[in-house]
């Protein structure tokens, strides 16, 4: 089994930045990638960013520019971090991280984040 432990969520203003954390520990071994989704009130859980375990990463074209993921690996776990910057009010939602790894994929409870003009 994975467990994924998210933070970083919160209340910002409109332009402003947060960061995401979302620790994996576990069977971090069978991870082949990792990736931060969100779902906004009445809307579909969609992509925000992902990234492999050898470091490609893709993005929601909506955060392009915007949004940066990045991974540390320590010995008994990985990180993975969403550097968010230039906020803007579409990007209210929770944000879920989630674990592909062989044979099931794991996500985490959610962070909120919500922007405010």
């Known amino acids: 089994q994975v467990q994924l432990v998210e933070s970083g969520g919160g209340l910002v203003r409109a332009g402003g930045s947060l960061r995401l954390s979302c620790a994996a520990s576990?069977?971090?071994?069978?991870?082949?990638?990792m990736g931060w989704y969100r779902q906004a009130p009445g809307k579909q859980r969609e992509l925000v960013a992902r990234i492999t375990s050898g470091g490609m990463t893709n993005y929601a074209d909506s955060v392009k520019g915007r949004f940066a993921i990045s991974r540390d690996n320590a010995s008994a776990k990985i990180t993975v971090y969403l550097q968010m910057n230039s906020l803007k009010l579409d990007d209210t939602a929770v944000y879920y991280c989630?674990?592909?790894?062989?044979?099931?994929?794991?996500w985490g409870e959610g962070t909120q984040v919500t922007v405010s003009s």
């Open positions: 576990g069977r971090i071994f069978s991870i082949k990638a």
């Open positions: 989630k674990a592909e790894s062989i044979p099931l994929d794991y």
